[in-house]
């Protein structure tokens, strides 16, 4: 789905020692937002999504940057981490500006909205999201990370997606092994350290696997459509439980946040080694 990348080895912490390749900055410790920016999109591709909000830099702060934050949301925690780390940019997920709010991608600049901006404005702190771009890269993005978690790999090529715009995985355990719905489900609660809603009424083995991180339950129908034995995603909604008793297809929800965690970190960690400035991760736990 999107083109293998070069470049180093995934750090999701401080890339101490990291080599600048790449970097035009004459400053090796340094990279402009605007490099920044363009790494990030050439990385991303997000001109290839249909997105619910905006995709690339939602707040400009200052011009150059040595260390960036990653996390899952923009959250008023994450930004007073961010300043305590003493961050030039915060790179997540779940960015500020959704459509739907009042019509717009913005909306009223009150409450929370007002919160949260007031302090990335005041300590001119940059803002990069990437929504869906961050789920869908083949090799850096949340469903990717996440099986690489789990212990799961999607087939080859265009066979390993399904569902609007193929952002859903699907293929097998690593090893090709057969499971059941609630070893799969006992392992992923080890992995993610939280407790899965499951519901199952298979009867047999689970051999084929899709998944799709965060608030992807309405990809169900579609990976049931793929052939999936099992569907494992962030949340579960009231007509899930009958589909997943009425098909023999077991649902596995395993929180929005916990499957969402691991794109940013390895998006960021690889663009920060490219340029060799500073990372960190920081996880704002969210038992949603
Ligand atoms: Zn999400």
């Known amino acids: 789905m999107t083109a293998v990348v070069p470049g180093p080895a995934v750090s999701p912490h401080r890339p101490d020692g990291a080599s600048s390749a790449g970097a035009t900055s004459p400053d090796a410790a340094c990279a402009s937002r605007g490099e920044l920016l363009q790494a990030l999109d050439d990385l991303l591709e997000p001109a290839r999504f249909k997105d619910y909000g905006p995709n690339g830099l939602q707040v400009e702060g200052k011009e150059q940057i040595r260390t960036v934050i990653s996390g899952v949301t923009a959250s008023l925690a994450l930004i007073e981490a961010a300043v305590a780390a003493r961050a ?20 009223p600049v009150t409450g929370w909205m007002k919160q949260r901006l007031a302090l990335l404005l005041a300590h001119d702190i940059n803002l990069f999201a990437y929504h869906l771009p961050l789920d869908a890269h083949a090799e850096l993005g949340n469903n990717a990370q996440l099986a690489i978690e789990l212990g799961l790999q999607a087939f080859d090529g265009d066979k390993g997606r399904f569902g609007d715009q193929r ?37 047999g083995a689970i051999k084929t696997i899709a998944w799709c991180s965060g608030g992807a339950q309405g990809y169900f129908e579609d990976a049931i459509a793929a052939g999936a034995d099992v569907f494992i995603t962030g949340e579960i909604s009231e007509p899930q439980a009958h589909y997943a008793r009425e098909t023999g297809v077991a ?14 970190p390895a998006v960021a960690g690889h663009i920060a080694a490219r340029f060799g400035i500073t990372h960190a991760f920081i996880d704002i736990d969210n038992p949603a």
């Not at 609630?182 to 298979?202: D, G, N, T």
């Open 88 to 107: 030039d940019a915060i790179f997540v997920h779940h960015g500020l500006f959704w459509r739907g709010r009042d019509g717009s991608n913005i909306g």
């Open 251 to 264: 649902f596995i929800a395993c929180g929005h946040h916990a499957s969402e965690r691991y794109g940013a």
């Open 167 to 203: 952002l859903g995985f699907i293929g097998s355990l690593a090893d090709g092994s057969s499971t059941t719905a609630s070893v799969l489900a006992e392992r992923i609660e080890f992995k993610l350290k939280r407790p899965v809603a499951q519901v199952s009424q298979r009867v």
